[in-house]
Each structure stands twice: as structure tokens, then as C-alpha cells.
């Protein structure tokens, strides 16, 4: 199956109306409907044009100094406290003066992918910005969606990767629509926007390092 995603630049942020045509003739071929295909086609911003090189230097100098917790799913840890579904580290980016920029330019490319792609009903932040590590030491994030009890009203789910693909080995942010499981590009400053209703995935490390921002944009409960 075709990807669901395109690179682009911000030179060129119009929806690509002949990779969207084709991507739907394809679909239709496997008995998807438009309206179940189009709600999955993703946008990535790639680096260069999401962030410049020194501003995600900053957001990682701001992410490390920050008190980290085991990151946790709701009622998935066994009696020892460990945690066979997700296995990283994670820090709350709080919005404040210094980090209010990264705020601002995330929700600036939300709003272009969303106007572009989804028109989903959205109006801004839930969550703090969560600024994630996976170890090579097997760190992971099995298959979920965003969305969940207390969650039901995330709407757009954002990934900004922090580390180059020399720097990790393992470590892919996978995508599944419907059965066939797509990896989205590892480069340093790539954004990924996607409905928080799709299923996804980190898979294991196996060395170095992967870093990463992570959050949400939400609106009205799902309903």
C-alpha cells in the first residue's frame, strides 16, 4: 500500500491533490471508503523547516534539566513496577516564558496540517509538552492510540524527533491504518502529525539514544 504521509517544505504547504487521488484510488481498491482513507493521511514537516538546528538544541537543553519519571500506562505495570508496555523516560516541558515559543511554533504547524489535511475541531493545549527518551536497553511504546478514558477529547497527536538516525539503533515510530505497518522518516527536526485515533508504536532499541517531543492538540470530546 502507498504511504500515507508526504515530506514538504514550507514553500509548498497546498495538500498534493494528485498523491491524495492516488492515494484514495488505491484504497478504494482494497474496499476502503474516501472518508476512512483521508482522516489517516499524514504530514511531515521536515527538519530545516520545522525548527533550525539551534532552537532543537534548546528544546533538548531544556528537556534534560527537567525532573524525569518512568513513563507509566494506565494499569499496566506488573508487581515489580515494571512496565512490559512502555519503557522510556519522560520529563513535563511546563509553558512559561522560556518555553512559550516552542508552544507557539508547534501549534503553528498544527494549525497548517490540520487546515490542510483533517479540519478537525481543535483549540489548543491539554497537556504539557512531554519530552521523551528511549535507551537502548530495549525501550519501547507498544501499539496504542492517544486517546482514552479521561483523554477522549485529543484530537491531534504530534511527534518532533531530537536525535539524528546515527545516534539510535531501533527506535521506529510506526504507523498502522488498517494492516499494513508504516515507518515514518527518523531525520532530526521531522514533525509528525496524526489523528490520535490512529494505532501506533516505538519499536525496541537497541542502542544509543532516541529523543523526542511529544504532545497533543485537542477539542471537543469525541462524540
Known sequence: MRQFWKNISLQSLKLDAMLVKETLAACQGLGFKDQDVLPMIQKHLQSGTTSRPEELVKIIEIGDKLPKQKATTVGSEDEDGENPFRLSEISWISDNPETEWIYRRISNYAKIANEAMWNFDIWGYQDLLQYTKYYGN????????????????????????????????GGELQMNPGGDIMSVPKGLG??????????????????????????????????
Open 138 to 169: 530495549g525501550g519501547h511504546y507498544d501499539w496504542h492510540a492517544d486517546l482514552g478514558p479521561g483523554i477522549s477529547n485529543r484530537k491531534l497527536s504530534c511527534v518532533l524527533q531530537l536525535s539524528t538516525p546515527e545516534e539510535y539503533e
Open 190 to 223: 521531522t514533525i509528525c502529525f496524526f489523528p490520535s485515533f490512529l494505532l501506533h508504536r516505538v519499536t525496541p532499541l537497541t542502542s544509543g539514544t532516541r529523543k523526542s517531543l511529544v504532545t497533543w492538540l485537542c477539542g471537543a470530546n469525541l462524540r
